[in-house]
């Protein structure tokens, strides 16, 4: 049965010689075709992808905050939000479990999923989207049915996380891969991490093994990243008001707080801590705990709170949020009288 929501698959073996994609805007929906050769045989994929779903993805560009810094850091903590994104799961989960029937053993159920990642063109941003640097949803590669390095990588962790695969990130110098853990895989090579082997694999280019690295990057340092789950939240915005504005006597203070949670998944157990104290003094003259609701992947929610404090020309208005999961975010914010209302 076909659902407009989010995809209708099949994997069918007939006699196509190389991949082919194709795309076609329906009633709510792109019907995706996608075909490649995989061990001798040819594979066919049919997805119906929703319209919505696409230009949400399409719309939500606030994770282009991110870039990459190959000179010896980690991944930016939004950047697992693209390929765990809450939105997808069901087309992914779908996908990955098309990639597993009828398919004996871990490794070449991975081995399966690598080969179709593999089939999707390879192509620069600069070339597809205009963008020096654009970061592909998974729903929007399989849209576009291109990407380059990041967008294939994204792709495949999805998978591979559906699949419940042990995997990691592998970066390198101005490239990223992909190293998984699992038995049956033939291969001399591997990097090791945390007292297991992961092996590399390559989403570029067709017909790269599990395990086989190409030349270019056989010396090169690998940095190897485990999966990380934590949501990023984000504080978009804060507004503070007193009224009236007196050194001896209590205000009513109103403080706004625009959050935006990029995922993946939702932030849990919301609590905003407010602390008013005089600088200097290290007086406290106001502390206030807030529970707040639970904010769902991708939401932007202000949150209005209200404390009764005495306002001194040098008093600094500290705000800690904490949630399940997530680290902590501390803000400070130093009143004066240009900043209240008398």
């Given at each position: 049965m076909r659902t407009r929501l989010y995809?209708?698959?099949?994997?069918?073996?007939?006699?196509?010689?190389?991949s082919a994609h194709s795309v076609v805007k329906r009633d709510g929906y792109y019907e995706v075709q996608h075909s490649w050769e995989y061990k001798g045989k040819s594979c066919s994929v049919m997805l119906n992808i929703s319209t919505a779903l696409y230009d949400y993805y399409?719309?939500?560009?606030?994770?282009?905050?991110?870039?990459?810094?190959?000179?010896?850091?980690?991944?930016?903590?939004?950047?697992?939000?693209?390929?765990?994104?809450?939105?997808d799961r069901v087309v992914i989960r779908a996908l990955a479990q098309e990639f597993s029937n009828g398919v004996d053993t871990e490794a070449e159920r991975i081995a399966l999923a690598l080969s179709f990642v593999q089939s999707l063109s390879y192509a620069f941003d600069t070339e597809s989207k205009g963008d020096d640097e654009y970061v592909r949803y998974p729903i929007e590669t399989l849209v576009d049915g291109c990407g380059d390095c990041e967008d294939k990588v994204s792709l495949l962790a999805a998978l591979l996380y559906e699949m419940d695969a042990d995997f990691v990130l592998l970066l390198l110098p101005e490239h990223m891969a992909v190293g998984v853990h699992c038995d049956g895989v033939l291969a001399d090579r591997y990097m090791l991490f945390r007292g297991k082997k992961y092996y590399y694999l390559e989403t570029t280019m067709p017909e790269w093994r599990m395990g086989q690295i190409p030349e270019d990057y056989q010396s090169a340092e690998m940095e190897v990243v485990p999966i990380d789950e934590t949501p990023t939240l984000l504080v978009k915005g804060l507004r503070f008001e007193s009224h009236p504005c007196r050194s001896f006597e209590k205000a009513d203070c109103?403080?706004?707080?625009?959050?935006?949670?990029?995922?993946?998944?939702?932030?849990?157990?919301?609590?905003?801590?407010?602390?008013?104290?005089?600088?200097g003094m290290n007086r406290l003259l106001a502390e206030e705990y807030y529970s707040l609701k639970d904010l769902q992947e991708g939401e932007y929610r202000t949150e209005k709170v209200s404390v009764v404090s005495l306002i001194r020309e040098n008093s600094v208005l500290e705000m800690e949020l904490t949630g399940t999961g997530i680290t902590p975010l501390y803000y400070e914010y130093e009143m004066n009288y240009s900043r209240v209302r008398r």
């Open positions: 995809l209708f698959i099949l994997l069918a073996f007939a006699h196509l010689t190389a399409q719309n939500d560009r606030e994770h282009h905050f991110y870039r990459y810094h190959f000179n010896g850091s980690v991944v930016p903590p939004n950047y697992f939000g693209f390929m765990l994104s809450e939105r109103d403080l706004e707080v625009e959050l935006h949670n990029l995922g993946p998944g939702e932030v849990k157990d919301v609590v905003l801590h407010v602390r008013v104290v005089e600088k």
